[in-house]
């Protein structure tokens, strides 16, 4: 814990120095940091209870007779059966019955296996890969394997590596983290298109995903809390509830950029409902009609909302006009440049074209939404150049 707060300390200290240089493309915002996903005592806690754990599963086999106390000594035996009599293996459908006989040494070689961690071991470097990737294979002959046992890892993987990440997703993995969704959906992508038996249209993936789509729902409804103060509260910076707003709101965009990593995992009506329906239009929208931030502060939280949504929902759209699930969010956008303009048609020269500037943002969001049909409207209104709906 000390740790990690000293690690924050020293990064809000560099912010705190870096404060007057020229703004960076990418910034940092409270909220988004990975100091928020887990703490040191936690992992501490984590690692004792683990190396428990792997201590009591080091003597599983102590009492197990020494012909089937291990799985290289298994696959031998059958190895040499299908190598010396392949008609009888055959006859008796062994290769269907190898991934249950091997699950449980896979599961149990597995048992510390985290793929949420950024330097976990590859499954394919570990031991029971290694093991069974060329069973059966006769290297004098060299004979391609024509039979079931092709097919042998993708079934172990189907039956031992799966459930295993079905239990972390549902269990263990934080939608919240950053770090373990990118690991998580890198891996799946990687299942669904390497191994058959997960493939897009297999029960294990579909199973699989249905968890996510859970535990992503229970982030939605549980994780992502802005409050709506009232406004002489949160422009008193001494109470403190500007600064948690604006916490809870990066937090809120930063479980969006998470959602959408499971595009093209996860259906897009799906996608649309968690990202749209609840994320954008029930918290993030409510919350910029309340602010007390600055216009351009508005704007650039709002180019983070688009631009963490997939590009491809917007590429190649037929018509002139958004999705339906983002109505409500461009809506807000043709008001709030309304609301820019307001405030700034009777400024400073400067100042109307600073006004102007900031409405040109909000009509290059509309048109990468493809609400062509708004950003036309606001380049009328407001008499913008040509280049804003490019």
Same mark, same amino acid.
């Given at each position: 814990?000390?740790?990690?707060?000293?690690?924050?300390?020293?990064?809000?200290?560099?912010?705190?120095?870096?404060?007057?240089?020229?703004?960076?493309?990418? /910034?940092?915002?409270?909220?988004?940091?990975?100091?928020? %996903?887990? #703490?040191?005592?936690?992992?501490?806690?984590?690692?004792? %209870?683990?190396?428990?754990?792997? &201590? %009591?599963?080091?003597?599983?086999? /102590? $009492?197990?007779?020494?012909?089937?106390?291990?799985?290289?000594?298994?696959?031998?035996?059958?190895?040499?059966?299908?190598?010396?009599?392949?008609?009888?293996?055959?006859?008796?459908?062994?290769?269907?019955?190898?991934?249950?006989?091997?699950?449980?040494?896979?599961?149990?070689?597995?048992?510390?296996?985290?793929?949420?961690?950024?330097?976990?071991? $590859?499954?394919?470097?570990?031991?029971?890969?290694?093991?069974?990737?060329?069973?059966?294979?006769?290297?004098?002959?060299?004979?391609?394997?024509? $039979?079931?046992?092709? +097919?042998?890892?993708?079934?172990?993987?189907?039956?031992? =590596?799966?459930?295993?990440?079905?239990?972390?997703?549902?269990?263990?993995?934080?939608?919240?983290?950053?770090?373990?969704?990118?690991?998580?959906?890198?891996?799946?992508?990687r299942l669904r298109d390497e191994?058959?038996?997960?493939?897009?249209?297999?029960?294990?993936?579909?199973?699989?995903?249905?968890?996510?789509?859970?535990?992503?729902?229970?982030?939605?409804?549980?994780?992502?809390?802005?409050?709506?103060y009232p406004k002489s509260l949160?422009?008193?910076?001494?109470?403190?509830?500007?600064?948690?707003i604006e916490h809870q709101f990066?937090?809120?965009?930063?479980?969006?950029? +998470?959602? #959408?990593?499971?595009?093209?995992?996860?259906?897009?009506?799906?996608?649309?409902?968690? !990202?749209?329906?609840?994320?954008? +239009?029930?918290?993030?929208?409510?919350?910029? &009609?309340?602010?007390? !931030?600055?216009?351009?502060?508005?704007?650039?939280?709002?180019?983070?909302?688009?631009?963490?949504?997939?590009?491809?929902?917007?590429?190649?759209?037929?018509?002139?006009?958004?999705?339906?699930?983002?109505?409500?969010?461009?809506?807000? =956008?043709?008001?709030?440049?309304?609301?820019?303009?307001?405030?700034?048609?009777?400024?400073?020269?400067?100042?109307?074209?600073?006004?102007?500037?900031?409405?040109?943002?909000? #009509?290059?969001?509309?048109?990468? =939404?493809?609400?062509?049909?708004?950003?036309?409207?606001?380049? %009328?209104?407001?008499?913008?150049?040509?280049?804003?709906?490019?």
């Amino acid at each position: 814990m000390v740790d990690r707060e000293a690690r924050s300390r020293r990064r809000r200290d560099k912010r705190e120095r870096n404060r007057d240089k020229p703004v960076k493309e990418e /910034e940092h915002h409270e909220g988004m940091s990975t100091d928020d %996903e887990e #703490t040191e005592s936690a992992i501490q806690w984590f690692k004792g %209870e683990a190396g428990k754990v792997m &201590q %009591e599963a080091s003597v599983m086999f /102590e $009492d197990v007779h020494d012909e089937f106390c291990s799985m290289e000594i298994i696959r031998q035996r059958f190895e040499k059966w299908k190598l010396t009599d392949k008609a009888s293996y055959s006859q008796a459908y062994v290769g269907l019955c190898l991934p249950k006989l091997f699950a449980p040494f896979v599961r149990l070689q597995m048992l510390d296996w985290n793929p949420l961690e950024s330097e976990e071991k $590859d499954f394919e470097q570990m031991e029971w890969f290694e093991t069974l990737a060329l069973f059966g294979y006769d290297a004098e002959s060299g004979e391609v394997r024509k $039979d079931d046992d092709v +097919n042998l890892i993708p079934r172990v993987v189907e039956k031992a =590596l799966v459930p295993k990440l079905q239990y972390l997703l549902g269990n263990v993995w934080d939608p919240m983290s950053r770090q373990q969704s990118t690991q998580i959906v890198g891996l799946v992508k990687r299942l669904r298109d390497e191994y058959p038996t997960v493939s897009e249209d297999s029960k294990s993936l579909q199973e699989l995903l249905m968890v996510v789509v859970k535990k992503l729902k229970q982030a939605v409804d549980k994780d992502v809390f802005l409050p709506l103060y009232p406004k002489s509260l949160v422009e008193n910076r001494a109470t403190g509830a500007f600064a948690f707003i604006e916490h809870q709101f990066w937090s809120c965009i930063k479980l969006l950029g +998470n959602i #959408t990593l499971w595009h093209g995992l996860i259906p897009d009506p799906t996608l649309h409902e968690l !990202c749209c329906d609840s994320l954008l +239009n029930r918290y993030l929208v409510l919350s910029l &009609q309340h602010t007390v !931030c600055k216009h351009a502060d508005v704007i650039y939280k709002c180019e983070k909302a688009v631009f963490a949504l997939p590009g491809q929902w917007f590429e190649g759209r037929a018509g002139n006009k958004a999705m339906k699930p983002l109505e409500t969010f461009c809506w807000f =956008l043709g008001k709030f440049a309304g609301e820019v303009h307001k405030a700034g048609e009777n400024g400073t020269e400067a100042g109307r074209r600073n006004t102007k500037e900031l409405i040109r943002r909000v #009509t290059l969001l509309l048109a990468h =939404l493809n609400a062509i049909e708004h950003a036309e409207k606001l380049v %009328e209104q407001y008499e913008l150049t040509s280049k804003a709906t490019t």
